[in-house]
């Protein structure tokens, strides 16, 4: 039997208020395999970014643990890399400087100084950036800034890259073609990418598995949902094709019937999705993997 690349056991996280524990996260268990592309989806409040931040060793769980390649994860390291939904770019250094910043951390003894001109170049040619080497992020628009904090990340050589609403501060088309960026570097460097985000297409375009979180508090991994699209994706084509509005249908069903929107009441009993057309080929059963839910998230959902 194969080890998971990265597996989440019966983690909780609780945090300490003025009136007691607040059990943010209740039994998340989770595995990932190497070169999996998993997106973390549910209502604001679920704990996505808790469970990012667990992995990324900013947290410590308050029960259970994460584990990667066989060694307990309790601090951040290279190995993590973030990016967050601000790129978070030093302003007074330039492109290419912000990227060396990160290069000269982590490879500071293992490479001569040509061969980290030459890795950093590479990544920023990645990321489609080698343009504007000498430019500062306050030059440059939002969109060309993540892509050299994305660049800055691939250039830790990580073993699991971690992206918090990466593309969520961003203008529809700039977030589209970043989307279709990311898409072709993580097939090309076949990276483990776990991904937080709110937008339902955005998780069925890129993702290979969707994980769904229940609404917090006591927030724990409600439903897994296998995406089985051939890559590469191309969205104009999957606008219209059959499995890939099936899979969307699931995703808001979980969303909106399954899980109460936080501060509107009871799930919804209908949700504003066109239903594919007659003529159109029936699409394949979709395979929904349910975690059961303990009494007190019954209570919650």
Not at 136 to 147: L, N, T
């Amino acid at each position: 039997m194969i080890k998971p690349h990265l597996e989440l056991t019966g983690v909780d996280m609780a945090f300490d208020t003025p009136n007691g524990p607040f059990l943010a996260l209740d039994k998340v268990n989770l595995k990932i395999r190497k070169g999996e592309f998993v997106s973390l989806i549910g209502h604001s409040g679920c704990g996505k970014s808790t469970v990012l931040n667990i992995v990324a060793g900013l947290l410590q769980a308050s029960r259970g643990g994460c584990v990667l390649d066989g060694h307990e994860v309790n601090t951040p390291g290279p190995e993590r890399a973030v990016v967050f939904q601000n790129h978070a770019l030093m302003p007074w250094l330039t492109v290419y400087e912000n990227v060396e910043l990160a290069v000269r951390q982590v490879f500071r003894k293992s490479m001569g100084r040509k061969e980290k001109r030459d890795w950093i170049l590479h990544n920023l040619t990645l990321v489609n950036m080698q343009h504007a080497l000498d430019k500062r992020p306050g030059e440059i628009s939002g969109g060309m800034a993540q892509r050299v904090g994305i660049a800055r990340a691939l250039a830790m050589k990580p073993s699991v890259l971690l992206m918090d609403e990466p593309f969520g501060a961003l203008d529809a088309l700039t977030r589209a073609h970043l989307q279709d960026s990311l898409m072709t570097i993580q097939q090309e460097l076949n990276s483990t990418v776990i991904m937080i985000t709110h937008d339902v297409d955005e998780a069925v375009l890129l993702s290979d598995r969707i994980v769904m979180m229940t609404n917090g508090p006591a927030a724990t991994v409600g439903e897994e949902l296998t995406i089985d699209l051939p890559r590469p994706r191309n969205r104009v084509a999957l606008a219209d094709d059959p499995t890939y509005v099936h899979y969307r249908q699931a995703v808001l069903s979980f969303l909106y019937e399954k899980q109460t929107f936080p501060g509107k009441g009871d799930p919804v009993t209908s949700i504003a999705e066109p239903a594919p057309s007659e003529a159109a080929p029936a699409a394949p059963a979709i395979v929904v993997e349910s975690t059961p839910l303990e009494p007190q998230q019954r209570a919650i959902a």
